[in-house]
């Protein structure tokens, strides 16, 4: 019964692999995200999609692409990973009611290290 | 972008003792936040939030105070406990800016028994 579940929670890769993580969440809300963790625990949005349309798009590279088929999923695949790549990546959700926000309820990350 | 928190500092305190863990944040247009308790190997996890209508929210064991005046928040943490030991974070968004939270650095509190 986890309310935002990631799937791989490990993932190790050589430099240039292309891969995808995905999130579902459980818990009815209508918006998601992406954030990367990097090795000092600083949290930066990625992306976030409300009811499956984009609506932050942070400075990313483009290698990266999130997609939402349903409000329950929002996964992101990885183009060409480089070293730099290397970090958690979590996924989070929330419900939003008109311009104001709900608390936000993460996922339990997906440790990529690129070799 | 926004510059909420510090470098990432470290508190220690003794269990039992109250524990109080501060964020700076720079946007005056800011009026949610919230605090995370980050375990290790763990995603952060929602503790508690205020709006910035308010001056203090409490929880269980928790209480969050919110200083506009000088863009400041605390999480004050009673009796201490072991399990409390993590990094914590403060994120804050305001609502012309559509879900978009800003993390601090984050402080990670140690809990000696």
């Known amino acids: 019964d986890t309310a935002v579940s990631q799937t791989p929670k490990y993932l190790v890769t050589q430099m240039g692999n292309d891969k995808s993580i995905k999130c579902e969440q459980n818990?009815?809300?209508?918006?998601m995200y992406w954030y990367k963790q990097d090795s000092k625990k600083f949290l930066k949005i990625m992306f976030s999609y409300n009811n499956k349309e984009l609506i932050i798009n942070e400075t990313v590279p483009n290698r990266f692409s999130p997609k939402s088929p349903d409000k329950a999923h929002l996964n992101l695949h990885i183009n060409s990973l480089e070293l730099g790549d290397s970090a958690v990546y979590f996924c989070?959700?929330?419900?939003?009611?008109?311009?104001?926000?709900?608390?936000?309820?993460f996922g339990p990350g997906t440790r990529l290290l690129v070799l | 972008g926004e510059s909420v928190g510090l470098h990432l500092p470290t508190l220690s305190v003794q269990e039992g003792d109250n524990s109080i863990i501060n964020c700076a944040y720079s946007?005056?247009?800011?009026?949610?936040f919230i605090w995370y308790k980050q375990e290790s190997g763990k995603g952060p996890q929602f503790i508690i939030d205020i709006r910035s209508n308010m001056d203090k929210r409490q929880g269980q064991r928790v209480t969050v105070l919110l200083n506009k005046t000088v863009k400041h928040l605390s999480l004050q943490i009673a009796a201490t406990q072991p399990g409390d030991s993590a990094v914590y974070f403060c994120?804050?968004?305001?609502?012309?800016?559509?879900?978009?939270?800003?993390f601090g650095s984050g402080t990670k509190l140690n809990v000696k028994p």
């Open positions: 946007n005056s247009a800011s009026d949610y």
């Open positions: 994120a804050e968004s305001h609502t012309g800016n559509f879900n978009k939270f800003y």
């Open positions: 989070a959700s929330s419900q939003t009611q008109g311009q104001t926000q709900g608390a936000q309820y």
């Open positions: 818990l009815g809300h209508d918006t």
